[in-house]
């Protein structure tokens, strides 16, 4: 392999492992604190399309396989498995038509940088709960993002995509042109056989109030709280996003009950808010109403997962009963390690159904992620046997797990990600569109059901 034919043919970067500098590039690569033990041997640093499809080309001409890169925010390090590194980051263009309410957005553009165009154009998207987690990944999982209750799955917003493929040709996927691998771009995660390098978005209306209201309880009140938000979120409109955030306190597991509210008026989201406060349990405290714009909404998660801390991070879909559930992950949150870990639990039980023909095949009205996170590195084995066992006792109430937000290195297997019909077809479709499985380096999510 002669990396200078490469530099030769791309305006980008292309940077080797004899290269002083290359750890750090590649350690870089990844946002999680924890660096995953696979080390590629080439970085390439792509300016454009056109450079994405010369490093696939050279990449199969050469036998190594190829992991694109886009934020490097799937907490296995998925973006570096791989022979070769394709990253995505300069790739960042976005543009919206805002009487059309169409967007055009490259891999690289984030959620924060979105969100904030589309507050000054009156606009709104499912976006992702992380500022900094960019189109690449979140679409290609699903998207699990703002008021998805009312507006969907990101990915069913998806109308087409720009595609490199495994011999390097640029296509274009739509419900029309190329449908099967439109259905699969839609959800497929890491298992997917190809390079999105542009997608292009059907955009809501933005609503004309955000509105928060926080309650606080202690962990030994899960029931109760539970209790409570099964009754009021049965009769709850659509456009309320009703999370239990779960943390350490200084007396044992706290936990923040986060109802938000989009709404047409400041007056229809304090209706709402009124109706989701009877039968409260009482609190220990009460934060807001406050009101934000979706991009402001970042100030209050962003915060609690800092760049640079080790993770882990699994991920559960149920349709099962939310104290069964939220119990389980109080006692757990008691046992954990680090003070820092936190879980989160979102009650949808009127959500929009999943999207149409597309790959993303798991769901339920409760969505569950458990984040642990930790400084020093002699503390991964405890963090990481915590992590797997509170997924082990909360599985056999799960129906699925989310791949954008699954630890798909987990001892014994992970939760399934797609439905077994799913994962044969994806399947099938990576081996006839990358039949030399040039793409094949992921621990792709169909493995498991395709073996």
């Known amino acids: ?67 694109p890169r886009g934020g490097g925010h799937h907490f296995t390090g998925v973006a570096t498995r791989a022979d070769m590194v394709i990253d995505l980051g300069a790739l960042n263009g976005l543009r919206i038509d805002a ?33 900094s987690v960019p189109m690449s990944g979140y679409l290609l999982g699903g998207g699990v993002g703002w008021n998805g209750g009312a507006w969907g799955m990101a990915c069913g917003l998806v109308t087409s995509a720009e595609v490199v493929l495994a011999d ?24 997917f056989f190809g390079i999105v390098t542009a997608w292009h978005l059907d955009l809501k209306l933005a609503p004309a109030v955000i509105e928060t209201v926080v309650r606080v309880y202690p962990g030994k009140m899960a029931d109760e709280v539970a209790s409570w938000a099964e009754t009021v979120m049965a009769k709850a409109p659509a456009a309320v996003e009703f999370t239990a955030k779960v943390a350490a306190g200084p007396a044992g597991p706290i936990i923040a009950v986060i109802a938000t509210v989009f709404a047409d008026s400041a007056e229809a989201a304090r209706m ?91 769901g339920g009205r409760i969505f569950g992620a458990i984040y642990a996170l930790w400084a020093d590195a002699a503390e991964d084995p405890r963090n990481s046997a915590w992590l797997h066992g509170l997924i082990a006792e909360i599985a056999p109430l799960a129906t699925g797990a989310y791949v954008g937000l699954c630890d798909l290195d987990r001892p014994g297997g992970h939760l399934p990600t797609h439905s077994e019909a799913v994962s044969l077809r994806l399947a099938a479709l990576s081996r006839r569109f990358d039949p030399a499985g040039v793409f094949a380096s992921a621990p792709a999510a169909v493995a498991q059901a395709a073996e």
């Not at 490469?6 to 080797?16: F, H, K, N, P, Q």
């Not at 957005?105 to 940088?113: D, F, K, R, S, W």
């Not at 029309?176 to 995660?189: K, L, S």
Request: proline share 7%.
């Open 1 to 67: 392999m002669n990396a200078e034919i490469l530099r030769r043919r791309v305006s980008g970067a292309v940077i080797t492992a004899l290269e002083p500098a290359f750890g750090a590039y590649h350690d870089a690569l990844v946002w999680n604190g924890r660096k995953p033990a696979h080390r590629a041997g080439l970085i390439v640093r792509a300016a454009s399309v056109a450079d994405v499809q010369e490093a696939v080309r050279f990449a199969a001409a050469n036998g190594l396989t190829v992991s």
């Open 99 to 131: 009487t059309a309410r169409k967007a055009r957005a490259e891999p690289g553009v984030t959620n924060l940088q979105m969100a904030t165009a589309l507050d000054r154009k009156g606009l709104a998207f499912p976006l992702g709960h992380c500022g």
């Open 168 to 191: 390097g040709r640029l296509v274009t996927v739509s419900a029309t042109e190329n449908p099967e691998i439109f259905w699969a771009v839609r959800g497929a995660g890491p298992g």
């Open 272 to 362: 709402v808010h009124a109706d989701l406060a009877l039968g409260a349990p009482p609190a220990l405290d009460q934060i807001g109403p406050m009101q934000s714009p979706l991009a402001g909404l970042y100030m209050a998660t962003d915060p609690s997962v800092p760049a640079g801390r080790r993770y882990r991070a699994d991920s559960v879909w149920s349709d099962g009963s939310l104290g069964q559930i939220l119990g389980h992950v109080v006692e757990g949150m008691a046992r954990a390690p680090s003070a820092e870990t936190f879980a989160v639990l979102t009650l949808a039980p009127n959500a929009v159904p999943l999207p149409a023909d597309a790959a993303f095949s798991c």
